[in-house]
């Protein structure tokens, strides 16, 4: 099944595995039969299928975004690091070609410097083909660290992080309790990048309700440049049952844009975005309308596509193939 970690929220774009499903990345043989521990629902984005995912740490440190669910049942802690180095020594005897690495739950970068580079250690002790490490992060996970400790991360072998900011509407991200302002989210990214990370940026349409498709989108557009991202997602908010958000809805406090809404903020940001150099995707189950390119090379072939199906001449995805 799939969710998003920034529609319900860790953003960007997420998959549950569950069980044996999580010991190997997707795909690929479990040779030794190993059993992984891994504890509660878990989450990837859709660019680590065939990664190998590591349970570092339980839920999140934040929790309090009002659209998200991922990690209401949890509460956060740092799981024991000799459990984790335990897990990895196990997953290298199964699987030591494995790529790439995804340090899980929802924001594994809060983990001090010293238990981060005994982890990224034992990784490439045990994994000699390994190729990249990444995991969630929020801005407030790196405004804690110093450039010279993110880049001693980098340095072994952390390369990319997920941050999901959904909106860079200074009025959104305080109604859905975001934790971080838009100047946060940009000095985030400045940090990652002084640091020679990369990073991977989630926004998620209807996030400012009816009441502010405008400035959620235009100042959404202004985060995305501040923030230059390498990889750039949109996802579509889906209210969730049992959500803060679910019960604003209840009480006439929130109201979903309409379709041809959503369709206009999307427009808006790949229009008046300016990254150097990003790849940018709306293929999650959540969006109405598929597309992909790379910007700035594809935004007029991209904003030409969504031009055609605010004007009805492209089909858009069915309510009944929409999914989180």
Same mark, same amino acid.
């Given at each position: ?142 405004? /804690? @660290?110093?450039?010279? =400790? *993110? ?8 390369? %990319?992080?997920? #941050?999901?900011? $959904? &909106? ?81 809805? /209840? @009480?006439?406090?929130? =109201? *979903? ?8 903020? %999307?427009?808006? #940001?790949?229009? $008046? &975005? ?51």
């Amino acid at each position: 099944m799939a969710f998003t970690c920034a529609g319900r929220l860790a953003i960007i774009l997420t998959v549950s595995w569950h069980d044996r499903d999580l010991i190997m990345p997707q795909g690929m043989p479990d040779p030794q039969g190993t059993t992984m521990r891994y504890e509660g629902r878990m989450y990837r984005p859709p660019s680590e299928a065939r990664s190998y995912i590591l349970q570092a740490t339980i839920g999140c440190s934040h929790n309090l975004c009002t659209y998200c669910d991922m990690y209401r049942d949890k509460v956060f802690r740092e799981r024991d690091l000799a459990d984790v180095l335990e897990d990895i020594r196990h997953a290298s005897r199964a699987y030591p070609g494995a790529p790439k690495v995804f340090v899980a739950d929802g924001d594994a970068l809060v983990m001090d410097t010293p238990r981060w580079l005994s982890i990224l250690e034992e990784l490439r002790a045990g994994f000699p083909e390994l190729r990249r490490v990444s995991s969630y992060a929020t801005a407030q996970n790196l405004l /804690e @660290k110093s450039v010279q =400790e *993110l880049r001693s991360l980098r340095e072994a072998g952390l390369s %990319l992080l997920y #941050i999901g900011p $959904e &909106s860079g509407d200074p009025v959104t991200l305080k109604r859905i309790v975001k934790g971080n302002t838009f100047e946060d989210h940009a000095e985030a990214a400045r940090k990652a990048h002084s640091a020679g990370m990369k990073i991977s940026v989630i926004v998620l349409l209807g996030a400012g309700g009816v009441e502010r498709v405008e400035e959620h989108a235009r100042e959404t557009a202004r985060l995305v440049t501040e923030m230059d991202p390498e990889y750039l997602s949109a996802l579509t908010l889906t209210v969730i049952p049992g959500t803060p958000i679910q019960r604003s809805v /209840e @009480k006439g406090r929130f =109201e *979903l844009p309409p379709v041809h809404g959503l369709l206009w903020e %999307l427009r808006t #940001i790949v229009a $008046e &975005s300016r990254p150097s150099r990003a790849v940018f995707r709306t293929n999650h189950a959540s969006n109405y309308l598929s597309l992909e390119g790379r910007l700035p090379r594809d935004r007029e072939r991209i904003v030409s596509a969504i031009d055609a199906a605010l004007r009805g001449e492209v089909p858009l995805r069915p309510e009944y193939f929409r999914g989180l």
